[in-house]
């Protein structure tokens, strides 16, 4: 390397490491360091002489350095600076001349006049083609922010980055164009993809903050699918509950008939009457309590458009819709999902019947195990009170003791 870019690249590297404002997370000594690989890569494309080399790497490393001083006309300050560093250097003043002359045609919105200031403004826009574009885009705009130059929104800054790469921005160098344009074209790209999903949720949060007021709070949501859940938990229980007594009951009929009711014939076993009945009508009355209990309540299962505008039916119930056509009901539906009122109004009578459903189901339940409870004691009372007084007498024959 040219004793004279080692020297800029050193100073450069001193200056912007240490002296470089923490505000400028863009402009700093990673974006020069990034120019000035571009600038390489650029001159060997375009197979630049050793002179012009030496001008345009110089010219890389000053180009920013400015922003040490203002960050208004910074290229005149970078300028200012590489001319008082070259002159240090014994550099004739043609040299100088033509490397302030490359640092400022890098302002905004220059026309390079010669193929060296077309590589100097390539190089420094090369990062448009870089596939971490949009993410060094928005260190630039922190640091506008941070410098109270510019407060925009990320929508705002993306419309401008679209609009820069597309009518502003262009590469020079045939170089540029045949490697870093395609990569360019991919960043406008991904901007578009990104400000059109933008949109969309923009367009969703406006659609949340208007509805804002009329979504319920998360909790009386959670309050309605707990209570319903649990309803239907309770429900499963009464049905298993009612299913067991039911079972068992059939199971005692069943063996009574079978074993003692064929012993009444005998009229030695009449003392088994009473328990025996007892025991039967009690396992009977049990078992229709349960059936009663499990025993399904369905109503008309019609409704009319009154009752939809009144709010007067559930049709969350299928009691009430399950004789209607499908087209009625989906007109019904949609009344319902248009008012937020009538959809809680329908949950809250949907807990509430549950709730007279299950209240009759355990009703009946406790006076079913009561009976049955009671069955079983009167029915062992009354059969051990038989054997006492009625039961047949057990006499017992001794064998007789031979006389001598």
Known sequence: MD???????????????????????????????????????????????????????????????????????????????????????????????????????????????????????????????????????????????????RDCTTEDWREENIHLLRVKHKFYTDFAKENWQSEKDKNIRRLVKAKKKGKKLIKKEKLKAKYKGQIPDRGVQTLYRVTLRNHIKLSDIADTKANILLSVNAIIISLSLANLVPKLDNPSNDYLIYPTFIFILFSIVSMIMSILATKPNVTSGEFTEEDVKTKKVNLLFFGNFHKMKLEKYQWAIKEVIKDQDYIYSSLTKDLYYLGVVLERKYRLLRWTYTVFMIGMILSVIVFGVALKFYGPEQVIDLPEIPQK
């Not at 200012?80 to 033509?98: G, P, V």
């Not at 200031?117 to 949009?134: G, L, Q, T």
């Open 3 to 149: 004793s004279i870019v080692a020297k800029a690249e050193a100073f450069i590297t001193d200056k912007l490491g240490s002296e470089i404002d923490e505000k400028y997370l863009y402009h700093n000594l990673r974006h020069t360091q990034r120019v000035v690989k571009s600038a390489k890569e650029l001159m060997e494309g375009e197979e630049v002489n050793t002179n012009d080399w030496k001008k345009l790497m110089v010219a890389a490393w000053f180009h920013d350095v400015g922003y040490l001083k203002s960050n208004e006309d910074h290229e005149s300050h970078s300028c200012q600076m590489a001319r008082d560093f070259l002159k240090s250097e014994s550099c004739d003043e043609e040299f100088i001349d033509d490397v302030c002359g490359l640092i400022l045609a890098t302002k905004m919105n220059y026309e390079p006049k010669n193929h060296l200031e077309e590589i100097m403004r390539d190089a420094d826009s090369s990062h448009f083609a870089k596939k971490s574009f949009i993410q060094t885009s928005e260190l630039l705009r922190e640091e506008l922010r941070n410098l109270g130059l």
